[in-house]
């Protein structure tokens, strides 16, 4: 079992940085692909980004790219997403994700357990 706990959301105007964490529990953490995806109101959940087990492979969404890093810290079971250039259109709630495979994957149905999530706004 795996429990995730994303935090570092905020209010943050347009050009502005946030950095996400996601801590998680369980021992099998560190053999988990991760990922971040986010939802606005009235809109479907989007994959954002995905870093596979060992950390050296990472994917993102066309909107994101450039702009956001995901990265892990397998000592802290901890993953993160560095957020810049931030504009209003990010606006979501974003979620933290695992999956049982070990390589990144883009498809929700691939992830295994989910964060709370965690509120982003962006002011323009």
């Known amino acids: 079992q795996v429990q995730l706990v994303e935090s570092g959301g905020g209010l943050v105007q347009a050009g502005g940085s946030l950095r996400l964490s996601c801590a998680a529990s369980g021992r099998t953490f560190n053999t988990y692909a991760m990922g971040w995806f986010r939802q606005a109101p009235g809109k479907e959940r989007e994959f954002v980004a995905t870093i596979n087990w060992s950390g050296d492979n990472t994917y993102y969404a066309d909107s994101v790219k450039g702009r956001f890093t995901i990265s892990r810290d397998r000592a802290k079971n901890t993953v993160y997403l560095q957020m810049n250039s931030l504009k209003p259109e990010d606006t979501a709630v974003y979620y933290c994700?695992?999956?049982?495979?070990?390589?990144?994957?883009?498809?929700?149905?691939?992830?295994?357990?989910w964060g709370q999530g965690t509120q982003v706004t962006v002011s323009s």
């Open positions: 994700a695992a999956s049982r495979t070990s390589y990144g994957t883009i498809d929700g149905h691939n992830y295994n357990y």
